[in-house]
């Protein structure tokens, strides 16, 4: 039996995504196994997907040249299925005669579903571009949507599934908020793409969409995943082939029901097709006119007016749905008002897609009188219900909103303060507005509290900066009777009340400004003066409270203006900020204290002065000079003693420290060039130079203590030196251990021996001697004692025949020691030992040997070369050898001196 058919739109702008998906589809559907099997069926099928699987999969490297989706059929084996893809081209904004012009919407009408890609980063950051790069593929599917149904589908919809794709970038974002935003993004444009709005809004939740991710999280875009963890791959695909595999179910049941009732009809029908065809088709070819030109009222007239006449049964695919009126008139009238309610719905649409029912609405707007209107002749419409029960219900759920409009237009139109030309009417306008506030649906309760408040703003605010005392008093009276309105809210109380506060301050601040004028003239005095007229002023028993309260502040401030200007003055010493302060004993605190803390800066910059002399010296000689600073006495400033004392003993450790570090880099250039003899002496001099500098100085008095530290350092100095010294030591004696060279160890044990020599009396001579002891030994050789233990020849082992060993000990091929043959034991003992005398250039070979007897012949089964030179070559002489899987333990004893140092 043949496979049916079935031919796939894909439909989605350049970058979506459509390549890499297929490419990750079919390489787990061919290559993993996974999902229902399927089969390519031509070759250039089978080239095209091998190579794009190749280039993601295999070079791992994007695409450079896109699927050709045209190229590939396959067989979707379980469900007889076979599928071709048709590649539906961008065309941006084109017209679809411009597809008619290019024969392709034959084509796409012969598509039976549809995968529709939108990248799910740019469908939620930049709608825009969504709509920008796919306006062709809306009026493509929208095409689709218009032109597939028909009675054999049971007036079904063409399948579609909805790919999100690039679901990486938007981790957080679920598949139901991109379809959320698809429907908002791509139902916008109902003009361009009706048939798709209708069909994306009347969906519900029965839409296919799914948020993918076909290979796995991008690093960039033009690095691949590194892991392949693909998600909604293979179930979107499956879920399309289920959807058109059931609708062409359903076509078969339908067509073979209707043909079965054709047949019986189509004698007696023949005979009156004629009799309403011609007035049928006029009214339509009227009534569409009309509804081209959105006269969809007349239409309907139009179609009403047809007379009722004989009409065949339907549906009847024999014949033409041109000549059927009865059923085809109501469909005919039915369609008419499906555009009716949809052209009302969508003239409301962008009016009330944001409305915010929880605010009042201006309703002098003309964009409020406009949707209420068309609300209103909306609803008048019963029938809408019928035609879209959704679109019916959520206007009727926004009736309340425009008639409780209505009535607010109706009651307070003039309820707005640009209405009020005075305070007068503008309280009237208030009080109006607090008695209807009550009448207000609860919605609007807070907005209209809002507005009250608005409005007692502005005739506050009528009440300006100039007012007089008695305007202020007449407002505070007012805002007073506000307060005790019954429906007055607690925030608007609260706004009463501030400005209640405002307005009796203003009352108080025309008494003040009197005070401040005179604030202002004693400020443009000499400060003395300007203190004279203010104590003058102070004395007026007529000043009320507030008053008398800024000139007291504007005293204190000419007192402080005073004590600033003499603490500026560079040239006014301690003797004359003194006299001020004995001229004006009632000096506010603050003021006298600038004072005091000016006489104080005045000898702290002195004693500054003298530490700063202090600190410049360059030698122990230049500041022996200046030891009388040490006598000189601080009145004002008791601690300037203190600080000069330190100053001093700063200076004299930052000299002191100078000539150490001279005396530290010349020890330091010569232990650089190993002459640690003369690196030595200059630190075991310093001292008694250091002394002898001090007291030539004068500074004999301050050199106990910088004697005793120098000693400190001195003793520091001369451990570092040791430790340097030592450091070169073992590096020489570390180098030994790669050489074989006796020389080299004679020149090394000569360095020990020199270092031994200079610093006697340390712990590391001993260390150095020991050394020295060592390679002296290593240097004439060692009596020693190798011993071989035994050994363990499993591997030599079988089942017919436990070996029989001896081992051969070697040295340049030559035999020194062969042991007795042990038999039939793999784990021979034999405890023969060899004498000789180890040196740095001892090396042997150790041969294991199992004998063949009389008859047979000896096999090497072990062979161990063991270079037991250098200067700690002895230590590979004990312990196991291996070779071959077999072993041997050996053992040497000697008497050699230990090494301090390994």
């Known amino acids: 039996m ?9 439909m989605g702008a350049s970058g979506a995504g459509k390549t890499v998906f297929l490419s990750s589809y079919f390489n787990l559907v061919t290559n993993l196994g996974q999902g229902k099997p399927v089969s390519l069926n031509t070759p250039e099928a089978s080239g095209e997907v091998g190579r794009i699987i190749r280039t993601l999969f295999k070079q791992q490297v994007p695409v450079k040249e896109k699927a050709k989706k045209d190229l590939i059929a396959y067989s979707v084996i379980p469900l007889d299925m076979d ?3 048709i590649d539906v081209p961008e065309g941006g904004s084109k017209k679809r005669r411009d597809w008619q012009d290019h024969k392709f919407l034959p084509e796409l009408k012969s598509a039976d579903g549809v995968l529709f890609f939108l990248p799910a980063d740019d469908l939620m950051k930049n709608p825009e571009r969504i709509l920008r790069e796919n306006g062709t593929f809306q009026e493509a599917l929208s095409f689709l949507l218009e032109n597939h149904s028909s009675r054999w589908s049971g007036g ?16 957080d974002v679920s598949v139901e908020q991109l379809t959320e935003k698809m429907i908002e993004v791509l139902g916008k444009d109902r003009q361009k793409s009706s048939a798709l709005s209708a069909f994306l809004s009347g969906s519900g939740g029965d839409l296919k969409a799914f948020r993918v991710i076909s290979i796995g999280k991008w690093p960039d875009q033009k690095t691949l995943p590194k892991e392949y963890e693909p998600q909604n791959v293979i179930k979107p695909m499956e879920e399309l082939y289920k959807m058109m ?16 009732v054709a047949a019986l009809l189509v004698v007696s029908t023949a005979a009156t097709w004629g009799m309403s065809h011609y007035r049928w088709s006029g009214t339509k ?10 006269r969809h009222e007349d239409a309907l007239k139009i179609v009403d007016s047809f007379g009722k006449s004989y009409v065949f049964p339907d549906p009847i695919p024999l014949i033409p749905s041109a000549l059927r009126g009865g059923a085809d008139k109501e469909a005919f009238r039915s369609s008419i008002l499906k555009a009716h309610e949809q052209a009302q719905f969508d003239s409301l649409l962008p009016l009330i897609r944001d409305l915010d029912t929880a605010k009042m609405p201006d309703v002098k707007s003309g964009q409020y009188l406009d949707a209420s209107g068309k609300v209103e002749k909306y609803l008048a419409n019963s029938p809408f219900r019928t035609v879209n029960q959704a679109n019916y219900d959520r206007i009727q759920s926004l009736r309340w909103y425009f008639e409780a409009g209505q009535a607010l237009l109706g009651k307070t139109a003039g309820s707005t303060a640009d209405t009020a030309g005075n305070a007068g ?9 607090l008695d209807f506030l009550p009448k207000l649906p609860e919605q609007w309760k807070t907005e209209g509290e809002q507005k009250a408040a608005e409005l007692f703003s502005f005739w506050a605010d009528m009440a300006g900066p100039d007012a007089d005392i008695e305007e202020a008093e007449a407002f505070v009276a007012s805002a007073a009777k506000l307060s005790d309105n019954p429906n007055t809210s607690e925030e608007l109380k609260k706004l009463i009340a501030d400005r209640s506060a405002a307005w009796k301050d203003m009352i108080s601040a025309r008494w003040t400004d009197r005070g401040a004028a005179w604030v202002q003239e004693a400020s443009a005095l000499t400060p003395e003066d300007g203190i004279g007229k203010l104590q003058a002023l102070l004395k007026r028993e007529d000043l009320p409270e507030s008053t008398r309260k800024t000139l007291s502040t504007a005293l204190e401030d000419q007192y402080m203006r005073l ?10 010493d301690s003797d004359a900020i003194r006299g001020a302060l004995s001229r004006h004993p009632e000096m506010p605190d603050a003021a006298k204290k600038t004072l005091s803390d000016r006489i104080l800066a005045i000898a702290k910059n002195e004693a500054a002065g003298v530490s700063a002399g202090i600190e410049a010296a360059e030698s122990l000689e230049a500041l022996g000079a200046r030891l009388s600073d040490l006598d000189l006495s601080w009145t004002d400033y008791p601690a300037g003693k203190e600080e000069v004392a330190q100053s001093f003993e700063k200076t004299f450790s930052r000299l002191v420290t100078s000539e150490w570090e001279k005396i530290a880099g010349e020890a330091a250039a010569l232990a650089e060039k190993k002459d640690f003899a003369g690196a030595r002496g200059l630190f075991a001099s310093s001292v008694e130079t250091l002394t002898a500098r001090l007291e030539k100085a004068g500074l004999g008095a301050f050199g106990d203590g910088a004697v005793a530290e120098a000693a400190e350092v001195q003793g520091t100095k001369l451990q570092e030196l040791r430790q340097a010294h030592l450091s070169v030591c073992k590096t020489a004696f570390e180098g030994l251990k790669s050489s074989k060279n006796k020389e080299d160890m004679a020149a090394v044990s000569e360095t020990l021996k020199a270092f031994a020599a200079l610093w006697p009396d340390s712990e590391e001579a001993a260390e150095a001697e020991k050394a020295v002891v060592f390679l002296d030994a290593v240097i004439n050789g060692v009596k020693a004692v190798l011993t071989l233990v035994g050994g363990d020849f499993t591997a030599a082992d079988s089942l017919l025949d436990t070996p029989d060993m001896k081992i051969l000990l070697k040295k340049n091929g030559a035999v020194l020691l062969e042991t007795k043959t042990v038999d039939n034991e793999v784990r021979p003992v034999f405890g023969e030992k060899h004498e000789f005398t180890w040196d740095v250039e001892s090396r042997f070979t150790f041969v294991g040997i199992e004998t063949g007897g009389v008859l047979g012949s000896d096999k090497e089964v072990f062979n161990v070369a063991v270079d037991a030179g250098g200067i700690f070559g002895y230590e590979k002489l004990s312990g196991t050898l291996k070779s071959g899987g077999n072993s041997l333990t050996i053992k040497l004893d000697m008497d050699l001196p230990e090494s301090p140092w390994k």
Do not use: C
């Open 2 to 10: 043949a496979k049916k058919k079935y031919r796939i739109a894909i």
């Open 83 to 85: 599928v071709s893809f």
């Open 156 to 171: 079904r919809k063409i399948p579609v599934v909805f790919l999100f794709t690039r679901g990486d970038t938007v981790p």
């Open 245 to 260: 595999s059931s609708q062409e179910h359903e076509r078969k049941k339908i067509r073979s029901a209707v043909l079965a």
């Open 285 to 294: 070819s009227e009534a569409r006119k009309l509804m081209a030109a959105s």
């Open 425 to 433: 009417e503008a309280y009237s306008l208030l009080e109006s507005w």
């Open 563 to 572: 004590a600033e200007t003499l603490a500026g003055d560079g040239n006014a």
